[in-house]
Every structure is written in structure tokens, then in C-alpha cells.
């Protein structure tokens, strides 16, 4: 069935994109995204009420760097979104093996946790010949091939300039066999943020808050705040793939970090365990049938 939760009955246009979110991928105002749950929860109460429903998908190709828009993704059973977190940059003492991956934990790997100017980096991959762009925001791209050692070599050049001061020694640039992620949860999920969790922690912090903080593959809208908990262990039906619920997302300082900026400048773990008594926001879902999945498809509630 579909949720019979709020959800407005026109369409959504907002032409504003404000600034960090065109240099995060082009996502849209966090501001308009608000009001649009507001408008949802008054429009449900005068009788209108349609399922909740895809917003933005996203990906992010290099772990803790910027993510990728996308307007469709197709998900196999057991995985992720395809090319979400394939590639990182393990730190030089970190025990990882691209030949024998196996999940580490993210203080082995740069990361947002530690190092927050990581979130001005940006990669985007040209096609599918294994060219990498990555770029500072606001400055010229690089471009490398990732299947050449002269490439790599040029990616981990550019990132240990990037971070001097940061680290000790030059980073690794990391993809493990097989479609490895690196993902800080052990299993291949895809991880779903509710826009209206998003607004009343905006609410409780009194300040905007771009949503890409959260780093999430699915933003949606249409239920109200935190109804998602209320999913564990049932299955949701997006598009043609199926997908259960399996754990709250617990936060960490990583969500302090301003997008565009890499500025800590909030403290919303902190915000979270005193205003809701938790310190989670958004849930995990494995894939238990594969399918496509699109911006504008509803999510549909199966027992």
C-alpha cells in the first residue's frame, strides 16, 4: 500500500539552488525542500494525501569527497547503488588489500569524521573509460585515468597537496575487486534520508542545514518527521526494485560539515541527543530484489 501520509498535490518548482548545494551536484534549496514539508503537512490536514516519494538520489564515487547527482540508478539485489563509495583514499598505514577486500572501519580511510576540508574535493567520472575529474570547488578540475598507474599516481599527488598539513604521509588511492564499497556500514546498503527529519533538526538547530551533509543515496518526502524509525524490517517497493529497512543511521561529527565549505560549523549530534533524545537521522535498507529507481517515484510500504 502506499503511505497515507502527507504529501502536497501540486507539483514541486523551486528554481532557487543556493549556493553550496549547485557546488555539492546541483541539488536543490534546502530552503524550498522545507517549505515543501510544511506545505505537505497543511495540505494532508485539508484531505489531500499522496505516498511519499523521491526527491534527489545521489552517489558519492570517492569516499567523503562530493556527491554525484543522479536522476535514475539501477540497484542489484544484495548491493548498493552501483559506483557509490568505489574508490577511497586509505590512510598509508591502513591494512587494506584491493586484491582481498574486506570492510574496515573508516578511521583506516580520509574521511569527513577527521578530515573535514575533504568535502571541498568533488570527483565525477566521464563515461564509463575510468577518467576521474576531481576538483577543489571553485577551482579547475584535473583529469586522470583510474586504470593507469600514471593516473592513480596523479590523483594521490593532487589529494596529498590537498591535505598537507592534515596528514603525515600521502594516501593510497583504494578500489577493492569484486564492486567493493566503501561504505561505513559492513553491509551493502542504501541509506534514505526523510526531508522532514531534515527540517525539524533545522528547526531544533536554528539554522539551515543542507541536506548532503547527511550523504545519503535517497532523499524523499511526504511523511512526517522521523516516521521513518517506524520502518525497521519492512519492505519498501521504489520503482521496479524492493528494498527492507534494516537499522537507524547513527550519526558522528562527519554531519558538522558545511558541503561546499568543509567548515565544521554545527554541532548536530549534540542537537539531536537534546532535543530528540537520539542521535540518529535516516535509515538503512538492504536490496532484496534488484530494479531502477528514479527522482519522482513513490515509496510504497510492503508488510
Known sequence: MNFSN????????????????????????????????????????????????????????VKGMGAESLQRVRLGAGD???????????????????????????????????????????ARFEGDDGVLRLSETGTRAIRANVRDAAG?????????????????RPPRFVEGDGGHQFSDHRDRVVSLINLASVCALEDAAGRRLNPLRFRANLYFDGIGAWEEFSWLDAGLAIGTARLRVTARIERCAAVDVEPASGERNTSLVRTLA????????GVYATVTAGGEIAVGDALKLRG
Open 152 to 168: 592513480r599516481a596523479k590523483i594521490e599527488d593532487f589529494v596529498a597537496r590537498f591535505m598537507a598539513g592534515e596528514i603525515d
Open 80 to 122: 548498493g547503488v552501483v559506483g557509490d563509495r568505489r574508490y577511497a583514499f586509505a590512510r598509508a598505514d591502513a591494512p587494506f588489500d584491493p586484491a582481498r577486500p574486506t570492510w574496515l572501519p573508516k578511521d583506516n580511510f580520509l574521511m569527513l569524521k577527521r578530515n573535514a576540508r575533504l568535502a571541498r574535493l568533488h
Open 274 to 281: 537534546k532535543r530528540f533524545d537520539h542521535v540518529d537521522l
Open 6 to 61: 502527507p504529501m502536497r498535490c501540486d507539483p514541486f518548482r523551486d528554481g532557487h539552488v543556493s549556493q553550496d548545494m549547485a557546488a555539492s551536484g546541483g541539488f536543490a534549496s534546502v530552503a524550498g525542500l522545507c517549505k515543501r514539508s510544511v506545505d505537505t503537512i497543511a495540505r494532508s490536514r485539508n484531505g489531500c494525501a499522496m505516498p511519499a516519494v523521491v526527491q534527489q538520489l545521489a552517489r558519492y564515487p
